[in-house]
């Protein structure tokens, strides 16, 4: 997904003059290039990253258009006052982009688990959130991003999809659909897209009872668009790496409580948890109940009860 942005960038500098991409020491080479070919466009800060958005905040109050970039946890949880207070309340053109969304960074602990960053800023109104799953979600999300007028928030992980959409349309708030059925709709955001195929591509069942979609801008929502999808299927489950309060799972909770939607939900979050031990991503998502294993469980269950 970080490659993805990175080229991204690099096209949109050239169109767009007032365009400014500042960093908190992180990149490690990845930034390079855009350095090379726009050296003031671009501004590191060093390891602050409170700074970091207060410096967004004054170029984009002198009509700059600035992509703040720094590791999902830091770049949330340690700036959620200025964002809140600087960025957000003067509704200012500043795109928070993170990478290590998740547990992307789970072997280097807690500290480094970015599982509460989008329910925390889906709290805040008037901004705009999206988590991309694939390759090609990364690059129609950042271009939409970058067009909507305020503050937005992009979250990115380490490795992502190269599968495509059965459409290939994007739009904030609605579905995109990668696999289609009737019974079972499994609607997830980020990363966790590929336990979804994995366990689609394991399981049991007919193929043509699941579906498949991700919703990769979580804020705003479309909620006709959710209502009319919803509404078509038995059962819904969720799939997030990230808190379902605020998350994913809380959002589609309250499309089928609000408009009385007979259908039946499940939700694969952290569960409201802090892990304590050490893994790496694939390590960690098992021990949560996020993985392919876990959902394939629960599909089996359900088509029991279909039977």
């Known amino acids: ?15 767009k003059k007032k365009l400014m991409l500042l960093t908190a020491d992180l990149g490690f080479g990845v930034f390079d290039e855009f350095e090379k070919k726009f050296p003031k466009k671009y501004l590191n800060v060093g390891v602050a990253e409170q700074n ?10 002198s009509g700059k258009i600035v992509i703040a970039y720094s590791i999902a946890n830091f770049l949330t949880l340690r700036c959620l006052e200025q964002i809140r207070n600087d960025a957000v309340y003067h509704n200012l053109n500043i795109n928070l982009v993170s990478s290590g969304g998740g547990y992307t960074y789970g072997v280097l602990g807690m500290s480094h688990h970015a599982t509460e960053d989008l329910s925390i800023l889906n709290s805040i109104p008037n901004i705009t959130l999206a988590a991309p799953s694939t390759k090609w979600e990364t690059k129609m999300a950042f271009n939409k991003l970058i067009s909507v007028k305020g503050t937005t928030y992009l ?17 904030l708030g609605k579905l995109i659909k990668y696999k289609n059925g ?10 966790v897209l590929s336990e979804c195929i994995k366990a689609y591509n394991n399981s049991e069942a007919s193929n043509s009872n699941i579906s498949i979609y991700t919703l990769s801008s979580l ?3 479309n909620e006709t668009h959710l209502k009319n999808v919803l509404k078509k299927y038995k059962f819904i ?31 694969f979050s952290t569960n409201d ?11 960690l998502r098992k021990k949560i109940g996020i993985d392919c294993i876990s959902i394939c469980s629960e599909i089996k269950k359900v088509f029991k009860l279909k039977i």
Do not use: H, W
């Open 1 to 15: 997904m970080r490659d993805t942005f990175q080229r991204e960038i690099i096209k949109i500098s050239r169109k």
């Open 52 to 61: 970091l958005i207060g410096v967004s905040t004054g170029l984009a109050m």
């Open 155 to 171: 979250r990115l992980e380490k490795n992502a999809s190269n599968l495509m959409p059965l459409k290939k349309k994007f739009q």
């Open 182 to 191: 009737n019974f079972l709709a499994i609607i997830c955001i980020g990363g």
């Open 219 to 221: 804020k705003p929502i």
């Open 237 to 267: 489950f969720t799939v997030e790496e990230n808190n379902y309060l605020g998350g994913l799972g809380s959002t589609i909770a309250y499309i089928i409580t609000k408009y009385s939607l007979k259908t039946k939900l499940k939700i």
């Open 273 to 283: 948890r802090t892990l304590k031990i050490v893994g790496d991503q694939n390590y």
